[in-house]
């Protein structure tokens, strides 16, 4: 089983421009994703795939692999998807390249998940919400799994309700590293959005939506996505906290 790695990373963001390019300690964020990445032993390749030259120009700096995109998708996925016809695998991992914190062996575990469950088309990961403040925020996006780890839904809203207050309901935030299958990753795309999707501005509801099972993988890794220049120094303060720690 071939896995190979896509890192959509666009250089205009709204809230920040040039993001992938933003230092941290020393090394562009998308230098710290892409060998983060890399650490992966079930990985075989690793790409980044952007609609800017600048990005091009730094990934390939320092020893990375590119291809060049549209400038015109809306999502990362539908980014990866335009990679799909030069990118020889079995297994595609999208890492968003706003993760500065991803580790390897996260990936190792999210594999693992197809080689367990060979007709398994698609796997993310879940970590259970310790400040009850992330509960109510709408930019953290919220999962509920069966007893057999598969999403019953996505939201920005708290799921569950704890109608009665209880003390023993555990709210689980999603993180936003995906595999797929390539041959379902070439047909995800050609979906139309649907209801659910729109609605809650999640493109996972797509494939709950048309009768795809998810299967979501718990992780105690710690991540901090990059949205903003104050993330960056989140990141920094984190990587100072536990320099040298294994």
């Known amino acids: ?16 421009p040039g993001k992938p390019l933003a230092n941290i300690k020393g090394k ?10 890399l650490q992966a032993e079930s990985i075989g390749e690793v790409w980044v795939a952007t609609d800017d030259q600048r990005i091009i120009d730094k990934v390939e700096a320092f020893g990375g692999k590119c291809i060049l995109t549209s400038g015109n998708h809306q999502t ?8 799909l016809s030069v990118i020889n695998a079995d297994i595609i991992i999208n890492v968003q390249g706003d993760e500065p914190l991803i580790e390897g062996k996260m990936l190792d575990e999210l594999i693992l998940s197809f080689k367990e469950h060979p007709e398994l088309q698609m796997a993310t990961f879940k970590s259970k919400i ?3 403040s992330d509960v109510d925020d ?4 919220k999962v509920i799994a069966n007893s057999d780890g598969k999403a019953i839904y996505f939201s920005r809203s708290p799921i569950p309700y704890n109608r009665d207050m209880r003390d023993d309901v555990d709210y689980y935030k999603h993180i936003g590293v995906y595999a797929y299958k390539k041959s379902f990753l070439s047909q995800f795309v ?6 659910l999707e729109l609605a809650e501005s999640l493109e996972q509801l797509r494939a709950l939506e048309n009768g795809i099972s998810i299967k979501v993988v718990d992780t105690d890794h710690i991540l901090i996505s990059v949205d903003t ?12 906290e536990n320099s040298g720690v294994e």
């Open 76 to 83: 990362g996925t539908d980014r990866i998807a335009e990679c």
């Open 229 to 240: 220049p104050e993330d960056l120094r989140r990141v920094e303060d984190y990587l100072d």
């Open 28 to 37: 562009a964020m998308i230098e710290h994703v892409y060998l983060n990445v």
């Open 190 to 195: 050609k979906l139309q959005q649907s209801p």
């Open 1 to 16: 089983m071939k896995v190979v790695a896509v890192i959509p990373a666009r250089y205009g963001s709204t809230r920040f």
């Open 130 to 132: 310790k400040h009850l």
């Open 138 to 141: 709408p930019n953290v996006v």
